[in-house]
């Protein structure tokens, strides 16, 4: 009796010290991203967190990733590794390598995000691998956007190599990527931070595996797979079994796109599928699969199992396919620039279809995509700046406003489902002559409802004296605003125009009158049920913060003239 209760406390000790090590190797990548902050050169990294970081297995499964990061990178990039062990070959890789490459297809979807793996190696052994993915301003070709025709445009591509071999760089990869690059220094400074900051949760490893007195990773990685797989399929075996489609319209370049959504639940898997999919875009707005699984996978996750740590096997369970050639399964050479307007507006379908399936129901449909914005700003020809004044870069990350859920407004402002933080404007005005003169929410933009969209923001954009200004818009929901649920209104559409009067499109590189400013006025997300259910006190409370105004008020929810002048005298 004795030996078997000590052998259950050897067990449940064993259990106890693996659950820390699991939540020290969170940690840990949580310190490699922040050191990846902490050094990189580009605002899209420092300030907006446009980057992940992960850790994985010595066979390529991801263990543990940074909080800080988005589901776009670090979904996609538990791809990625095994890639990397593919084309390199472990018989090949020692101690002292990194490896680099930005190929859509094996890293995250776009060749503005560089990913740099580094393999471990302990006690002469190779245990793992450190992660991590960053998107850079500039990657040569037409420059960020959408107007490539296909991936030869959009810049240069680096396939999986050595970007150092034994702890040797690679100086002659660097010289060829300055030569086709237009900031070059920000691009070779995040390389070396991206390796910086897996050598740092590498560092970290080795600390807690010292500590521990653990040769390798293989423990921790079966407890954190095993659990990680078990518990979602738990969770997914707990929900009603059955299938649901939904479609949305968005903007596409020159023409609607359809996504089209099924999504089964099973007893221990949910499938989704995009048939039905507008094909392939002329343009660079197309998703390789690589990222729509990422994408698609982080919206069906947050909605069934979002306390569920993110790793391979909790990723298991979620099994996303889409026909070949269609928007969201583009092969190569598609120009692929802008997956992410399309990409990023998967979780909303996916939302439509579990919507139907659920209890409770679902988010309504939100701005989704990052409204961002890229400007090319060079001196004016005999212009009033100094001679040797150069051209700049100036890359801009910004929100809309979510959608409402079941028994909360959205957000305002708020990068769903990419979680990217929005830039400061004296980050973004810090790095090139550009000036963002109004910055602030965007009243009546979020859809009415008994639960209100959450707003959009407006913004006004202008080269500084003495330069030109190409404005390049990564833009959708001009003509398809986010929609609301049950009953709920649509957001407020995208609008984006110049001072002297001309409307600018959704996306693509256009010229910009010089002294001209540009006025941007970025979605809001749709509303859920009633509007003239929402509680009046709620709507007094958005007149007084300025999120509505007083006609909204009238005509959105009911409000009387009478309640109006009553609300105004009793503030005053």
């Known amino acids: 009796m004795a030996t078997r209760i000590a052998m259950e406390m050897l067990i449940m ?14 940690s840990v990548v949580e310190e490699q991203a922040q050191a990846l902050i902490r050094t990189a050169f580009s605002t899209s990294v420092r300030e907006a967190g446009d980057l992940s970081a992960g850790v994985y297995d010595h066979n390529a499964n991801m263990l543990a990733q940074a909080v800080t990061g988005t589901p776009g990178h670090v979904n996609a990039m538990a791809e990625s590794v095994g890639h990397f062990m593919r084309e390199i070959g472990i018989e090949h890789m020692a101690d002292g390598d990194v490896y680099i490459t930005n190929d859509p ?10 990913t740099v793996v580094t393999p471990v190696f302990r ?9 991590s993915t960053a998107h850079v301003v500039d990657v040569g070709g037409r420059g960020f956007g959408a107007d490539g025709n296909s991936l030869y445009e959009e810049g240069i591509q680096i396939p999986i ?19 086709n690059v237009r900031e070059a220094d920000q691009v070779v400074g995040d390389i070396y931070a991206l390796a910086t900051s897996n050598d740092v ?34 969770r997914i075996a707990g929900l009603p079994t059955g299938s649901a489609s939904a479609k949305m319209d968005i903007d596409g370049f020159d023409q609607i796109i359809t996504i089209a959504i099924n999504v089964t639940i099973e007893k221990d898997r949910i499938y989704a599928d995009f048939a039905g999919t507008s094909d392939v875009d002329k343009k660079g707005i197309n998703v390789p699969l690589v990222y729509t699984r990422a994408y698609t996978c982080y919206g069906l996750k947050v909605a069934i199992a979002p306390d569920i740590p993110n790793n391979t096997a909790s990723l298991a369970p979620f099994v996303i396919d889409a026909p070949a050639g269609s928007i969201v399964n583009a092969e190569r050479p598609a120009p692929v620039a802008l997956r992410h307007v399309v990409g990023q507006m998967l979780p909303d379908v996916a939302f439509g279809a579990l919507h139907q399936l659920l209890d ?8 989704s995509a990052l409204c961002n914005f890229q400007v090319s700003l060079s001196p004016v020809k005999n212009g009033s700046v100094a001679a040797d004044a150069k051209p700049a870069e100036v890359l801009s990350f910004n929100s809309g406003g979510t959608g409402a859920r079941a028994s909360l407004d959205g957000l305002n402002a ?59 818009a990564m833009l959708d929901r001009v003509d398809h605003p986010a929609r609301g649920r049950e009953g709920g209104k649509s957001g407020g559409a995208t609008q984006l125009n110049t001072s002297d009067g001309h409307v600018l499109r959704g996306k693509g590189r256009q010229s910009v009158s010089t002294g001209s400013t540009v006025h941007l006025a970025f979605a809001g997300g749709g509303g859920f049920g009633d509007p003239l259910d929402r509680d009046r006190a709620l709507v007094r409370r958005d007149l007084r913060r300025g999120y509505i105004t007083p006609d909204a008020a009238i005509a959105e929810y009911g409000v009387t003239a009478d309640e109006l002048k009553a609300w105004e005298r009793s503030d005053d």
């Open 13 to 26: 000790l064993d259990a106890v010290a693996l659950q820390i090590m699991w939540n020290r190797l969170i």
């Open 105 to 114: 297809w094996m890293g995250t979807g776009h060749l503005h995000d560089i």
């Open 123 to 131: 006690h002469q052994k190779l245990i793992g691998f450190f992660g």
């Open 161 to 179: 190599m050595r970007f150092v071999n034994k702890g040797a760089v690679n100086h002659d990869l660097i010289k060829i990527i300055r030569q």
């Open 201 to 234: 949760g590498a560092k970290q490893l080795m600390a807690m595996l010292d500590e521990y007195d653990v040769p390798d990773l293989d423990l921790i990685s079966d407890f954190i797979l095993t659990r990680s797989h078990a518990a979602t399929v738990e």
């Open 360 to 367: 409770g129901g679902m988010q309504a449909e939100g701005a």
């Open 414 to 472: 708020t990068a769903f489902p990419s979680g990217v933080m929005t830039m400061p404007v004296e980050a973004t005005e810090n790095v090139g002559p550009l000036i963002i003169r109004r910055k602030e929410l965007r009243p009546d933009s979020g859809g009415a409802g008994k639960y209100r969209g959450g707003l959009g923001q407006v913004m006004d954009v202008a080269a500084r004296d003495g330069y030109d200004m190409i404005f390049s």
